[in-house]
């Protein structure tokens, strides 16, 4: 599928970069809408690999936290151990579509980096009604998180509501529509609410400029595993 006419050099035009790489620094979250980052051949290639992974239920989140969602790992990224994908063909195949090169350069540019950002985790999340991501912040999971990239699969669903708590007076909501691309900071707390209708399914990944054993204090863990 073709790109814009204003994108032949990459998905993004300097322009348009730049702009995003502002309003992450100020909001600490932005949207980057449809077919901007992802094309729908790509989504549906998404859509197509992911139904060979395997899923399981998660309540627990690393901290402690409170969740009620499916999860396809993709990439995991447990205490003491360096990032790798999981078995399977699939796992690699998607790995290696969001490591795109004219992908990687536009997300560098819009959080900022002089040098290469890895994926350290990567997961698939399904939502059906009175499923829900409870608050929690990111960087528990791995102290070198820095920035969470959560693109939207599906459209038809209700609630499920991306909501963001910049500090504890304000909260900042998000609903990004089918093929749209969330990227927040992993210092912010935040959670998902509560799908009512439908099913919200996503696609979400981890990145950071370090990519060597993921330091969290492996003490402190839980058996559970972050979700976003």
């Known amino acids: 599928m073709a790109r814009s006419a204003n994108n032949k050099k990459g998905l993004l035009?300097?322009?348009?970069?730049?702009?995003f790489r502002i309003e992450l620094l100020v909001k600490g979250t932005i949207v980057i809408g449809p077919q901007t980052l992802f094309t729908q051949d790509e989504l549906a290639r998404i859509n197509q690999l992911q139904a060979e992974i395997p899923e399981e239920q998660v309540r627990l989140g690393d901290a402690g936290d409170s969740h009620n969602v499916f999860v396809k790992r993709v990439r995991v990224d447990p205490p003491g151990r360096n990032p790798s994908n999981v078995d399977g063909?699939?796992?690699?195949?998607?790995?290696?579509?969001?490591?795109?090169?004219?992908?990687?350069?536009?997300?560098?540019?819009?959080?900022?980096?002089?040098?290469?950002?890895?994926?350290?985790?990567?997961?698939?999340?399904?939502?059906?009604?009175?499923?829900?991501v409870g608050i929690h912040l990111d960087a528990e999971s791995d102290p070198d998180f820095e920035y969470s990239v959560i693109v939207q699969l599906a459209q038809?669903?209700?609630?499920?509501?991306?909501?963001?708590?910049?500090?504890?007076?304000?909260?900042?909501?998000?609903?990004?529509?089918?093929?749209?691309?969330?990227?927040?900071?992993?210092?912010l707390r935040h959670e998902v609410k509560p799908v009512s209708a439908g099913e919200r399914r996503s696609l979400v990944y981890f990145c950071s400029k370090r990519s060597g054993t993921n330091r969290r204090v492996i003490e402190s863990s839980t058996s559970g595993h972050e979700a976003s």
């Open 156 to 187: 038809d669903f209700e609630g499920g509501e991306f909501v963001v708590y910049p500090s504890a007076y304000e909260q900042q909501v998000f609903r990004p529509p089918f093929g749209a691309v969330l990227v927040t900071t992993c210092r």
């Open 13 to 19: 035009s300097e322009e348009a970069l730049t702009k």
């Open 89 to 132: 063909a699939a796992p690699g195949q998607i790995i290696d579509l969001l490591e795109r090169k004219d992908r990687g350069f536009a997300l560098k540019t819009i959080l900022g980096a002089s040098s290469e950002y890895v994926i350290r985790r990567c997961q698939l999340h399904r939502m059906p009604p009175g499923s829900f």
